[in-house]
């Protein structure tokens, strides 16, 4: 018997097509969605700089190319930067920026994405990168610029980029011996964000010790220092670091033995570029001296000061207390005056000349001389010739380097015919200039090798001279006295001659 024909679907089969037509997607979606990465064009990410290109502008874009397949025309495309670990669990997120000119253009199956990482990002060396579509289609991690296979790499936004202080500026610091310090980065402005590195918490760092690095510190603060040596910290931005580093802080064990004190102009130090700062290591409290006397306020790390001596500064660091000593001196130059007395009256007769010579070892130096604080025309030389009386005064200057004044003045008067008959026996030293000092006859003065004594009430001798000076004479300086009138005596010895004696009464 011949079998009956059947059609070219069973109704079994036919059913299976429909389902087939209604589960399968779309003819698009019969090809698989795929996004092929390209060669990264960089092999770091080093965001935050200054732009190469653009003045006054922050260096942050980068590009990243891929081809596409399988995908709708209206399907959009993200860069997806991993976390710091390289995982893309949670992923960081860029920003999208306008194409660069110059970047290839985007066509059907080919596209370059431009893109900013985000200021706050997390440093880290082990950076991975990808592009996902709105669809949730995920690339694999891009291949950086000169390997073959490296898919990590080194991403950081240099949020702070310049010098920075710890140790509130100090150049050092102490502890106490069993004891130990702590070095943090400064932050005295918090509220100017850019003027610390402090402010920017997703920062890390390193920490040296005598220029090798503390293992394991990277914090804003190094503590438990108990070891003598020169610290200082430095920015962590991986391979993008630049030279982002703190001063030096020499941190020594406290010691009742003494300790330095350090000076930010030197030692001998240049007057003439204002003042230098003294500091001395980092304690609780602190007490300054100089020369051996409180100077009054001067309760800080630090002083400053123009002016030369030995200065001390008692540290106390906690249960142990420290001495800083420095003899601090300026710098001076080896000037001298010749012809005439500084800081007295040279006394010249009428018509007469004398010339003041300074001498200096100062470099390149000038010279000016004054007449009664008058600068003198013209008058720039080493020397000075003088024939009129007043208050004079030489200044020599060194002009290069430390710059160094020296001054030497000095008076020029006119005789007095001061030659009395005989030996004068009252004073007024009243400063009138009438008989301020003591006058003798001229046959007792200079050039007649006469040597004159003078004596207190007790006995003790207060001058003596071979070359006595009616011009500049005794007493030389103020004698006080108030309630009475104190009496003084004099031997006069002249050569071949008796001692002539006598009294002398100071009267106001």
């Known amino acids: 018997?011949?079998?009956?024909?059947?059609?070219?679907?069973?109704?079994?089969?036919?059913?299976?097509?429909?389902?087939?037509?209604?589960?399968?997607?779309?003819?698009?979606?019969?090809?698989?969605?795929?996004?092929?990465?390209?060669?990264?064009?960089?092999?770091?990410?080093?965001?935050?700089?200054?732009?190469?290109?653009?003045?006054?502008?922050?260096f942050n874009e980068y590009q990243a190319s891929f081809s596409i397949s399988g995908f709708a025309s209206d399907v959009f495309f993200k860069?997806?930067?991993?976390?710091?670990?390289?995982?893309?669990?949670?992923?960081?997120?860029?920003?999208?920026?306008?194409?660069?000119a110059g970047a290839p253009p985007d066509t059907a199956t080919d596209k370059t994405l431009t893109f900013a990482v985000p200021t706050d990002l997390v440093g880290s060396n082990t950076?991975?990168?990808?592009?996902?579509?709105?669809?949730?289609?995920?690339?694999?991690?891009?291949?950086?610029?000169?390997?073959?296979?490296?898919k990590?790499?080194?991403?950081?936004?240099?949020?702070?980029s310049d010098s920075f202080s710890i140790n509130n500026k100090q150049s050092s610091a102490g502890f106490c011996s069993g004891g130990s310090v702590t070095l943090s980065v400064d932050n005295p402005t918090p509220d100017i964000t850019n003027s610390s590195p402090a402010n920017y918490p997703q920062l890390k760092y390193k920490w040296y010790k005598d220029d090798v690095l503390i293992p394991g510190q990277t914090s804003s603060s190094l503590s438990n220092?108990?070891?003598?040596?020169?610290?200082?910290?430095?920015?962590?931005?991986?391979?993008?670091?630049?030279?982002?580093?703190?001063?030096?802080?020499?941190?020594?064990?406290?010691?009742?033995?003494?300790?330095?004190?350090?000076?930010?102009?030197?030692?001998?130090?240049?007057?003439?570029?204002?003042?230098?700062?003294?500091?001395?290591?980092?304690?609780?409290?602190?007490?300054?001296?100089?020369?051996?006397?409180?100077?009054?306020?001067?309760?800080?790390?630090?002083?400053?000061?123009?002016?030369?001596?030995?200065?001390?500064?008692?540290?106390?660091?906690?249960?142990?207390k420290g001495?800083?000593?420095?003899?601090?001196?300026?710098?001076?130059?080896?000037?001298?005056?010749?012809?005439?007395?500084?800081d007295k009256v040279n006394n010249i007769s009428e018509g007469e000349m004398i010339t003041a010579t300074i001498t200096s070892d100062a470099a390149v130096p000038s010279y000016q001389w004054f007449l009664n604080e008058v600068a003198i025309p013209g008058a720039d030389k080493p020397l000075l010739e003088i024939a009129a009386q007043g208050k004079y005064k030489g200044v020599v200057t060194q002009t290069t380097g430390c710059i160094i004044t020296d001054e030497f003045p000095f008076e020029v008067s006119f005789k007095v015919n001061l030659n009395v008959p005989k030996i004068s026996n009252i004073i007024t030293p009243n400063g009138d200039g009438v008989n301020d000092t003591w006058i003798?006859?001229?046959?007792?003065?200079?050039?007649?090798?006469?040597?004159?004594s003078i004596l207190s009430s007790?006995?003790?001798?207060?001058?003596?001279?071979?070359?006595?000076?009616?011009?500049?004479?005794?007493?030389?300086?103020?004698?006080?006295?108030?309630?009475?009138?104190?009496?003084?005596?004099?031997?006069?010895?002249?050569t071949g001659e008796s001692a002539k004696k006598g009294s002398i009464t100071l009267v106001k």
């Not at 390289?86 to 194409?99: C, E, K, Q, R, V």
């Not at 080194?154 to 949020?159: E, G, H, S």
């Not at 001495?323 to 500084?342: A, E, H, P, Q």
């Open 79 to 100: 860069v997806q930067l991993s976390d710091a670990t390289g995982s893309f669990t949670n992923p960081t997120s860029t920003i999208d920026l306008p194409a660069l």
């Open 323 to 342: 001495l800083g000593t420095i003899d601090l001196k300026v710098l001076k130059t080896n000037s001298t005056i010749s012809g005439v007395d500084v």
């Open 152 to 160: 990590t790499f080194p991403a950081y936004y240099k949020v702070f």
């Open 225 to 320: 220092i108990n070891v003598a040596g020169v610290y200082y910290a430095a920015i962590d931005y991986g391979l993008c670091t630049g030279n982002y580093l703190s001063q030096n802080v020499t941190v020594s064990g406290a010691s009742s033995t003494g300790m330095p004190i350090t000076s930010s102009l030197g030692n001998p130090f240049c007057s003439s570029l204002g003042n230098t700062t003294l500091a001395v290591s980092g304690g609780n409290s602190y007490v300054w001296k100089k020369d051996n006397v409180v100077i009054k306020e001067a309760i800080s790390q630090t002083y400053e000061t123009n002016q030369s001596g030995v200065y001390t500064c008692d540290v106390d660091f906690g249960g142990c």
């Open 127 to 150: 950076y991975r990168l990808r592009v996902v579509s709105s669809t949730n289609v995920a690339s694999t991690s891009f291949t950086i610029s000169g390997t073959t296979s490296t």
């Open 440 to 452: 003798i006859p001229d046959k007792y003065l200079t050039g007649t090798n006469t040597h004159i």
């Open 458 to 494: 007790l006995g003790e001798i207060v001058y003596q001279t071979d070359n006595y000076d009616n011009y500049n004479g005794w007493p030389q300086t103020a004698i006080e006295f108030n309630n009475f009138n104190p009496v003084y005596y004099y031997i006069i010895t002249p």
């Open 1 to 58: 018997m011949k079998s009956k024909p059947t059609s070219f679907f069973s109704s079994c089969t036919f059913m299976f097509f429909l389902m087939l037509l209604v589960v399968l997607p779309s003819s698009q979606s019969l090809f698989a969605q795929q996004i092929s990465p390209k060669i990264l064009n960089f092999f770091q990410i080093c965001a935050g700089g200054p732009h190469p290109e653009k003045p006054g502008e922050i």
